[in-house]
């Protein structure tokens, strides 16, 4: 650690006095973080240093030594100068310089900051939003940030992990928005609102709109609105908190987008396509052998995992063959056994010469129906395929290894 700083006139003192300033935190990208507390936090977000400075006598507390050995460089100060950088009436013992993350939103659920600027609000929103795992945040000017010391307080760290996007106005904010795919949703109690609870949200990017305390959303917001919703509230309450208002309204918001994009994703799952090709693979199998067997579909694709293995027990054959254990399983066994073509013994299932006999004489209805399934497949495709299902299998089998 150098001499202790003893001058206002130091470069490092004189820089770090300046970003008590938004317009010079914003410029410099930079700002401070007071308090143990406080900079504990930013070491826990994994927040980048610039610098450190500790007040004198302050050298050995606990944040400091953590700081020294994640090799940050600490700047010893006098009481005095420490007070002129941090500008409080009382002891604050550890002032951190740290970079403010430059912001690019890119997740598809936003937060919108239209002109809020209490302090304590913007903490608060930011803070309940990532209870919800919300971290994405959009301010509608340059003026605004969060890097106040109150909104560290009140975030409890939170902004650490924020990552926020200044634009220049409501309506670059708007242009941008629309551009890049966004649904915005406007919350505001003016007439035209949906309420809440009856707001349908789609699956697709979404920006959730708060506004100014006392003047609500800019007008250019309002009017770029895809959605207007609000609060169910009493006839005696006028209006709630923003800080509240937010909290409540990304619950629900949230909850309504995540299923939303859950039934998208359902929808498109590759699993729920591989499993209803196979569904209808085997629709037509059985279609097709009804025409001319006594046999079902389920019943030739047991003969056939026994044409490989050999003999199973009954429990892996029904599980290889997808039919449910139980009840099902056994309606399909029990005719396979009275026709003679497998053995059933103590729970083991075997393949006899005419179950092999009867393979042998309806393969080709299996062709068949692979090659009315499979028109207009290329081999290429096939292989393809094998090889995707191959590594999912492998995927699995590190999570739950399989019992062949």
């Excluded at 003192?13 to 308090?35: D, F, P």
């Excluded at 500790?54 to 009481?79: C, D, H, K």
């Excluded at 309002?222 to 609060?231: F, Q, R, T």
């Excluded at 279609?287 to 079902?296: D, G, I």
């Amino acid at each position: 650690m150098e001499h202790t700083i003893t001058s206002i006139k130091d470069p490092r003192v004189v820089a770090a006095r300046l970003l008590q300033s938004a317009r010079e935190r914003h410029k410099a990208k930079k700002c401070l973080v007071e308090g143990e507390i406080s900079v504990g936090w930013a070491v826990d977000y994994q927040v980048a240093f610039d610098c450190v400075f500790v007040q004198e006598g302050y050298e050995e507390i606990a944040v400091v030594v953590r700081l020294r050995n994640l090799s940050v460089p600490i700047l010893a100060v006098s009481e005095g100068v420490m007070r002129k950088i941090h500008e409080r009436s009382y002891t604050i013992p550890v002032v951190a310089v740290v970079n403010i993350p430059e912001g690019k939103h890119k997740a598809d659920f936003v937060v919108v900051l239209d002109g809020v600027r209490d302090l304590g609000n913007l903490g608060t929103i930011v803070r309940t939003s990532a209870a919800f795992d919300i971290h994405d945040f959009i301010m509608t000017n340059n003026v605004n940030d969060v890097w106040y010391q109150k909104t560290i307080d009140a975030s409890r760290g939170s902004v650490f992990s924020a990552n926020i996007t200044h634009y220049d106005s409501p309506q670059e904010t708007v242009r941008i928005l629309k551009e890049l795919g966004y649904r915005i949703v406007v919350t505001t109690p003016h007439e035209g609102s949906v309420l809440q609870p009856f707001v349908r949200l789609h699956a697709q990017p979404t920006a959730v709109v708060v506004g100014n305390e006392t003047e609500g959303v800019s007008a250019e917001l309002l009017a770029a609105a895809d959605e207007k919703v609000k609060i169910p509230m009493g006839m005696s309450v006028e209006s709630l908190n923003v800080g509240v208002a937010t909290g409540i309204s990304l619950y629900e918001l949230r909850m309504k987008w995540i299923l939303a994009m859950l039934q998208n994703k359902i929808q498109n799952l590759l699993a729920r396509d591989f499993y209803a090709a196979a569904q209808w693979m085997r629709k037509i199998f059985d279609a097709k052998l009804r025409q001319s067997t006594p046999l079902t579909a389920d019943q030739v694709i047991v003969l056939m995992v026994l044409a490989c293995d050999r003999t199973a027990s009954m429990e892996k054959l029904l599980r290889d063959a997808g039919i449910g254990i139980g009840v099902d399983g056994l309606l399909v066994i029990q005719p396979l056994h009275d026709l003679g073509y497998v053995m059933v013994q103590n729970d083991i299932i075997s393949m006899t010469p005419a179950g092999e006999a009867a393979i042998a004489q309806i393969w080709f209805l299996q062709q068949e129906v692979e090659a009315v399934a499979l028109a207009d497949v290329t081999s290429d495709d096939i292989a393809t395929t094998k090889k995707v299902l191959a590594k999912i299998f492998q995927n699995c089998e590190r999570v739950i290894p399989f019992d062949h």
